[in-house]
């Protein structure tokens, strides 16, 4: 049985292209638009489960693990709004860059090159976002198993994926890979996209229940994402540890 969930071929992709994390305009154009977005969700979910009040730091003493962090798109927000964040990539390229930008903003964030399975921590973590990473890992169950065995119990684990539908191979790979060049060609693969009621079943078998699941959906007219009904290409689940 394998125990590795590291794919070579996806971490050199993203180690090519890592010195552009944090170029609006560059490579990951489309997560710098995707982020306010998820941002937003996390925040008010994680106020919402944990009725947290304060309002200068509303994720005062929130213990997060940002799984497949990059650059630390997601990790330095979080910080910010006054989390605890460690963040694990298994690209070093990823995780040199990350420290090098949380050091040159003065946010205090842990990160180690590293994948869940082989990360080991004597505190687990209140919170665990799987943002956009599952589609890229070389197993998804070992994956996910290793991901809960971090997670405190009544913890969270958010995941954002793409669903595994026609529409999503128009739109997220045909359309922003070919036709649009949003993303560089390759970036996903079809194969490897996962519908809601995979993941479910995966989590359900870790003692993970679904608390809600809702859809990230772009909108050409106002050139932004916003969380609706449709669930047919993206989608992001939060999940609950009994």
């Not at 996903?188 to 809601?196: C, G, Q, R, S």
């Amino acid at each position: 049985m394998k125990n590795n969930t590291i794919n070579k071929e996806e971490i050199e992709k993203f180690s090519k292209i890592a010195d552009e994390w944090w170029d609006p305009e560059g490579k990951f154009k489309p997560l710098h638009k995707f982020n306010p977005i998820r941002i937003s969700y996390l925040k008010e979910n994680i106020i919402e489960t944990f009725k947290l009040n304060n309002k200068r730091t509303p994720l005062k003493n929130v213990k997060i693990l940002d799984i497949g962090c990059g650059g630390g798109l997601l990790s330095e927000p979080m910080c910010r709004l006054g989390a605890s964040v460690t963040g694990i990539d298994a690209s070093k390229k990823n995780i040199d860059i990350a420290k090098l930008h949380s050091k040159k903003n003065n946010l205090k964030i842990d990160y180690f090159c590293s994948s869940p399975e082989k990360f080991k921590v004597k505190d687990k973590f209140d919170v665990i976002l799987n943002m956009e990473i599952v589609e890229h890992v070389e197993d998804i169950n070992i994956f996910l198993k290793s991901c809960t065995n971090l997670l405190k119990k009544n913890g969270i684990m958010f995941v954002a994926t793409l669903n595994k539908t026609l529409k999503s191979y128009i739109f997220a790979i045909v359309g922003a890979e070919y036709i649009l060049r949003w993303l560089p060609i390759g970036t996903h693969e079809w194969e490897k996209f996962v519908t809601p009621n995979e993941l479910i079943s995966i989590l359900k078998k870790n003692n993970l229940k679904l608390d809600k699941i809702d859809g990230m959906n772009f909108s050409i007219l106002t050139n932004r994402w916003k969380v609706g009904n449709d669930k047919s290409v993206n989608y992001i689940a939060k999940f609950v540890k009994n």
